[in-house]
Protein backbone atom coordinates (compact mmCIF):
# COMPACT_ATOMS: atom_id res chain seq x y z
CA UNK A 1 0.00 0.00 0.00
CA UNK A 2 1.50 3.72 -0.70
CA UNK A 3 2.02 5.89 1.74
CA UNK A 4 1.49 8.64 -0.01
CA UNK A 5 -1.71 10.70 0.40
CA UNK A 6 -2.72 12.69 -2.87
CA UNK A 7 -5.55 14.24 -0.92
CA UNK A 8 -5.85 18.02 -0.42
CA UNK A 9 -4.57 19.47 2.74
CA UNK A 10 -5.67 21.57 5.08
CA UNK A 11 -4.31 25.20 6.03
CA UNK A 12 -6.65 26.59 8.69
CA UNK A 13 -9.04 26.87 6.74
CA UNK A 14 -7.80 26.95 3.33
CA UNK A 15 -7.65 24.06 1.21
CA UNK A 16 -4.45 23.49 -0.94
CA UNK A 17 -2.74 20.48 -3.30
CA UNK A 18 -0.18 18.08 -1.82
CA UNK A 19 2.95 20.42 -2.91
CA UNK A 20 3.12 24.05 -2.58
CA UNK A 21 5.17 26.83 -5.54
CA UNK A 22 8.31 28.47 -3.16
CA UNK A 23 9.51 31.88 -4.90
CA UNK A 24 12.92 31.85 -3.46
CA UNK A 25 14.65 31.38 -6.96
CA UNK A 26 11.35 33.72 -8.71
CA UNK A 27 14.17 36.81 -9.45
CA UNK A 28 13.21 37.66 -13.24
CA UNK A 29 13.35 41.23 -14.74
CA UNK A 30 10.77 39.21 -16.93
CA UNK A 31 7.10 40.13 -15.78
CA UNK A 32 5.69 38.15 -18.38
CA UNK A 33 8.22 34.86 -17.64
CA UNK A 34 7.26 35.25 -14.42
CA UNK A 35 3.83 35.61 -15.03
CA UNK A 36 3.82 31.99 -16.91
CA UNK A 37 5.53 30.08 -14.76
CA UNK A 38 3.19 31.33 -11.55
CA UNK A 39 -0.01 30.43 -13.93
CA UNK A 40 1.69 27.18 -14.98
CA UNK A 41 2.06 26.37 -11.09
CA UNK A 42 -1.60 27.31 -10.70
CA UNK A 43 -2.68 25.53 -13.94
CA UNK A 44 -1.15 21.85 -12.25
CA UNK A 45 -3.29 22.36 -9.12
CA UNK A 46 -0.11 23.96 -6.92
CA UNK A 47 -2.01 26.79 -5.54
CA UNK A 48 0.22 27.42 -2.42
CA UNK A 49 2.53 29.85 -3.17
CA UNK A 50 5.12 30.41 -0.35
CA UNK A 51 7.55 34.10 -0.46
CA UNK A 52 9.38 36.22 1.83
CA UNK A 53 10.61 39.39 2.05
CA UNK A 54 14.23 38.73 1.84
CA UNK A 55 13.77 36.57 -1.07
CA UNK A 56 15.75 38.69 -4.04
CA UNK A 57 18.50 39.78 -1.36
CA UNK A 58 21.78 39.72 -3.11
CA UNK A 59 24.75 40.66 -1.44
CA UNK A 60 24.76 44.51 -1.90
CA UNK A 61 21.34 44.45 -0.53
CA UNK A 62 19.77 45.85 -3.70
CA UNK A 63 17.19 42.70 -3.61
CA UNK A 64 15.43 42.74 -0.73
CA UNK A 65 11.65 43.01 -1.13
CA UNK A 66 12.06 42.06 -5.27
CA UNK A 67 10.65 38.68 -5.38
CA UNK A 68 7.09 39.77 -3.66
CA UNK A 69 7.52 43.09 -6.07
CA UNK A 70 7.49 40.30 -8.95
CA UNK A 71 4.87 38.89 -7.31
CA UNK A 72 3.02 41.89 -6.72
CA UNK A 73 3.54 43.28 -10.11
CA UNK A 74 1.54 39.85 -11.39
CA UNK A 75 -1.22 40.15 -8.89
CA UNK A 76 -1.82 43.87 -10.06
CA UNK A 77 -1.38 43.07 -13.48
CA UNK A 78 -4.14 40.06 -13.08
CA UNK A 79 -6.25 40.09 -10.10
CA UNK A 80 -7.78 37.25 -10.93
CA UNK A 81 -4.93 35.07 -9.69
CA UNK A 82 -5.38 36.05 -6.11
CA UNK A 83 -8.46 34.34 -6.10
CA UNK A 84 -6.70 31.03 -6.96
CA UNK A 85 -4.18 31.13 -4.60
CA UNK A 86 -3.50 30.62 -0.87
CA UNK A 87 -0.86 33.57 -0.91
CA UNK A 88 2.06 33.04 2.21
CA UNK A 89 4.84 34.81 2.44
CA UNK A 90 7.45 34.95 5.36
CA UNK A 91 9.59 38.04 7.49
CA UNK A 92 12.16 38.36 10.36
CA UNK A 93 15.09 38.42 8.18
CA UNK A 94 16.39 41.81 7.88
CA UNK A 95 20.19 41.26 6.78
CA UNK A 96 22.77 41.80 8.30
CA UNK A 97 20.89 42.46 11.13
CA UNK A 98 20.56 39.18 11.05
CA UNK A 99 16.96 38.56 13.06
CA UNK A 100 14.30 40.64 14.97
CA UNK A 101 10.50 39.44 15.72
CA UNK A 102 10.30 42.92 17.35
CA UNK A 103 6.95 44.44 17.42
CA UNK A 104 7.59 47.50 15.64
CA UNK A 105 10.21 45.88 13.58
CA UNK A 106 7.71 42.73 12.36
CA UNK A 107 4.70 44.90 12.02
CA UNK A 108 6.53 47.05 9.63
CA UNK A 109 7.22 43.95 7.82
CA UNK A 110 4.11 42.41 7.48
CA UNK A 111 2.98 46.23 6.19
CA UNK A 112 5.94 46.76 3.53
CA UNK A 113 5.46 43.10 2.66
CA UNK A 114 1.34 43.89 1.64
CA UNK A 115 2.62 46.75 -0.14
CA UNK A 116 5.09 44.61 -2.39
CA UNK A 117 2.65 42.02 -2.67
CA UNK A 118 -0.66 44.79 -4.06
CA UNK A 119 -2.70 43.15 -1.36
CA UNK A 120 -4.36 44.25 1.66
CA UNK A 121 -3.95 40.98 3.54
CA UNK A 122 -1.87 36.96 2.97
CA UNK A 123 -3.58 34.21 4.04
CA UNK A 124 -0.38 32.92 5.87
CA UNK A 125 2.66 34.47 7.85
CA UNK A 126 5.29 33.05 9.20
CA UNK A 127 8.23 33.98 11.17
CA UNK A 128 11.28 33.73 8.74
CA UNK A 129 13.94 32.05 11.56
CA UNK A 130 13.27 32.56 15.66
CA UNK A 131 14.93 35.46 16.99
CA UNK A 132 15.95 34.61 20.13
CA UNK A 133 15.95 38.03 21.71
CA UNK A 134 12.55 38.25 21.34
CA UNK A 135 9.94 36.70 24.06
CA UNK A 136 7.33 34.80 22.59
CA UNK A 137 4.64 36.72 24.27
CA UNK A 138 5.89 40.02 22.75
CA UNK A 139 5.99 38.40 19.31
CA UNK A 140 2.33 36.64 20.14
CA UNK A 141 1.17 40.07 21.49
CA UNK A 142 2.29 41.02 17.60
CA UNK A 143 0.84 38.18 15.83
CA UNK A 144 -2.38 38.70 17.50
CA UNK A 145 -2.91 42.34 16.91
CA UNK A 146 -1.68 41.66 12.76
CA UNK A 147 -4.76 39.34 12.84
CA UNK A 148 -7.29 41.32 14.61
CA UNK A 149 -6.29 44.25 12.13
CA UNK A 150 -7.31 41.48 9.55
CA UNK A 151 -3.36 41.98 7.66
CA UNK A 152 -2.91 38.26 8.01
CA UNK A 153 -5.15 35.58 8.24
CA UNK A 154 -3.02 32.36 9.54
CA UNK A 155 0.26 32.20 11.22
CA UNK A 156 3.13 29.59 11.32
CA UNK A 157 6.86 29.28 11.91
CA UNK A 158 9.79 28.42 9.60
CA UNK A 159 13.24 26.62 10.82
CA UNK A 160 12.07 26.51 14.28
CA UNK A 161 13.30 24.03 17.11
CA UNK A 162 9.96 22.28 18.68
CA UNK A 163 10.50 23.67 21.79
CA UNK A 164 10.74 26.94 19.77
CA UNK A 165 7.23 26.34 18.45
CA UNK A 166 5.65 25.07 21.86
CA UNK A 167 7.08 28.66 23.70
CA UNK A 168 5.40 30.66 20.94
CA UNK A 169 2.04 28.53 21.08
CA UNK A 170 1.67 29.22 24.63
CA UNK A 171 0.97 32.49 24.37
CA UNK A 172 -1.39 32.55 21.60
CA UNK A 173 -4.98 32.16 21.67
CA UNK A 174 -5.02 30.34 17.86
CA UNK A 175 -3.22 28.08 16.22
CA UNK A 176 -0.17 27.88 14.69
CA UNK A 177 -1.12 26.06 11.33
CA UNK A 178 1.95 25.63 9.30
CA UNK A 179 6.02 25.18 9.94
CA UNK A 180 8.71 25.13 7.17
CA UNK A 181 12.07 22.78 7.52
CA UNK A 182 14.61 21.63 5.62
CA UNK A 183 13.62 17.74 4.92
CA UNK A 184 14.65 16.01 2.10
CA UNK A 185 16.30 12.14 1.68
CA UNK A 186 19.69 13.82 2.45
CA UNK A 187 18.11 15.92 4.94
CA UNK A 188 15.95 13.76 7.70
CA UNK A 189 16.84 15.95 10.95
CA UNK A 190 13.38 16.36 11.21
CA UNK A 191 11.93 13.02 11.61
CA UNK A 192 14.06 12.50 14.71
CA UNK A 193 14.10 15.90 16.68
CA UNK A 194 10.84 16.63 17.29
CA UNK A 195 9.75 19.13 14.45
CA UNK A 196 7.66 16.63 12.54
CA UNK A 197 6.20 14.64 15.65
CA UNK A 198 5.40 18.15 16.55
CA UNK A 199 3.17 19.17 13.32
CA UNK A 200 1.48 15.55 13.79
CA UNK A 201 0.37 16.36 17.66
CA UNK A 202 -0.73 19.53 17.23
CA UNK A 203 -2.14 19.32 13.60
CA UNK A 204 0.23 21.62 11.79
CA UNK A 205 0.95 21.40 7.97
CA UNK A 206 4.38 20.86 7.39
CA UNK A 207 5.81 23.06 4.30
CA UNK A 208 8.91 21.62 3.60
CA UNK A 209 11.95 23.40 1.29
CA UNK A 210 14.58 21.93 -0.40
CA UNK A 211 13.02 18.62 -1.01
CA UNK A 212 15.56 17.77 -3.64
CA UNK A 213 18.25 18.60 -1.55
CA UNK A 214 19.85 21.58 -3.10
CA UNK A 215 19.19 19.78 -6.55
CA UNK A 216 21.79 17.25 -5.74
CA UNK A 217 18.80 15.10 -5.49
CA UNK A 218 17.74 15.40 -9.25
CA UNK A 219 21.24 15.70 -10.63
CA UNK A 220 22.86 12.65 -8.46
CA UNK A 221 25.72 14.93 -8.09
CA UNK A 222 27.68 14.57 -4.75
CA UNK A 223 25.15 11.60 -3.61
CA UNK A 224 26.31 8.48 -2.40
CA UNK A 225 26.14 6.39 -6.48
CA UNK A 226 23.91 3.47 -4.73
CA UNK A 227 21.22 6.11 -3.26
CA UNK A 228 21.25 7.64 -6.39
CA UNK A 229 21.05 3.68 -8.42
CA UNK A 230 17.53 2.91 -5.48
CA UNK A 231 16.43 6.11 -6.72
CA UNK A 232 16.85 5.48 -10.52
CA UNK A 233 15.24 1.91 -9.63
CA UNK A 234 12.19 3.97 -8.16
CA UNK A 235 12.10 6.09 -10.74
CA UNK A 236 12.13 3.40 -13.59
CA UNK A 237 9.34 1.37 -11.64
CA UNK A 238 6.64 4.64 -11.41
CA UNK A 239 7.91 6.19 -14.75
CA UNK A 240 8.62 9.29 -13.56
CA UNK A 241 11.99 11.28 -12.71
CA UNK A 242 14.60 10.72 -10.01
CA UNK A 243 13.76 14.40 -8.96
CA UNK A 244 9.86 13.05 -8.63
CA UNK A 245 10.93 10.20 -6.21
CA UNK A 246 12.51 12.75 -3.87
CA UNK A 247 9.39 14.93 -3.81
CA UNK A 248 7.38 11.62 -3.27
CA UNK A 249 9.65 10.41 -0.34
CA UNK A 250 8.41 14.00 1.58
CA UNK A 251 4.72 13.38 0.54
CA UNK A 252 4.95 9.59 2.21
CA UNK A 253 5.17 11.33 5.74
CA UNK A 254 2.15 11.39 7.66
CA UNK A 255 2.11 14.53 8.95
CA UNK A 256 0.90 15.06 5.51
CA UNK A 257 3.48 17.46 4.20
CA UNK A 258 3.07 20.33 1.47
CA UNK A 259 6.41 20.28 0.00
CA UNK A 260 7.85 23.16 -1.92
CA UNK A 261 8.56 23.35 -5.60
CA UNK A 262 11.15 25.86 -7.19
CA UNK A 263 11.91 25.33 -10.12
CA UNK A 264 11.96 27.86 -12.51
CA UNK A 265 10.93 26.12 -15.70
CA UNK A 266 7.08 24.87 -16.35
CA UNK A 267 8.20 21.39 -17.84
CA UNK A 268 10.67 21.23 -14.50
CA UNK A 269 7.62 21.98 -12.31
CA UNK A 270 5.42 19.23 -13.94
CA UNK A 271 8.04 16.86 -13.85
CA UNK A 272 8.13 17.24 -10.07
CA UNK A 273 4.88 17.33 -9.58
CA UNK A 274 4.42 13.88 -10.70
CA UNK A 275 5.38 12.94 -7.69
CA UNK A 276 1.48 13.11 -6.89
CA UNK A 277 1.39 9.41 -9.13
CA UNK A 278 3.87 7.65 -7.22
CA UNK A 279 3.74 4.88 -5.24
CA UNK A 280 5.90 4.24 -2.20
CA UNK A 281 5.83 1.78 0.63
CA UNK A 282 7.40 1.35 3.74
CA UNK A 283 9.93 -1.28 1.79
CA UNK A 284 11.09 1.58 -0.89
CA UNK A 285 11.59 4.91 2.19
CA UNK A 286 13.26 2.68 4.78
CA UNK A 287 15.71 1.35 1.98
CA UNK A 288 16.44 5.61 0.75
CA UNK A 289 16.70 6.31 4.94
CA UNK A 290 19.43 3.72 4.92
CA UNK A 291 21.16 4.37 1.70
CA UNK A 292 21.08 8.36 2.72
CA UNK A 293 22.83 7.81 6.26
CA UNK A 294 25.01 4.66 5.03
CA UNK A 295 24.26 2.60 7.72
CA UNK A 296 21.40 -0.10 9.02
CA UNK A 297 18.76 1.04 11.23
CA UNK A 298 18.71 -0.29 14.13
Request: aromatic share 6%.
Amino acid sequence: MSLISTEQRRIGPFEVGPVGFGCWRFTNDRVDEAAAILNAALDLGINLIDCADVYGYDWGGQGFGENEAILGRIISADPSLRARMVLATKGGIRPPLPYNSGREYLTGAVHDSLKRLSVDRVDIFMIHRPDMYTHPEELAGTLTALREAGKVAEFGVSNYAAHQSDALQRFLDFPLVTDQMEYSITHLDPMRNGVLDRCMREGVTPMPWSPLGGGALATGKGLNADLVAKMDELADRESVSRAAIAVAFVLAHPSRAVPLLGSQSPDRLAEQAAAVTVSLDREDVYALIQLSEGQALP
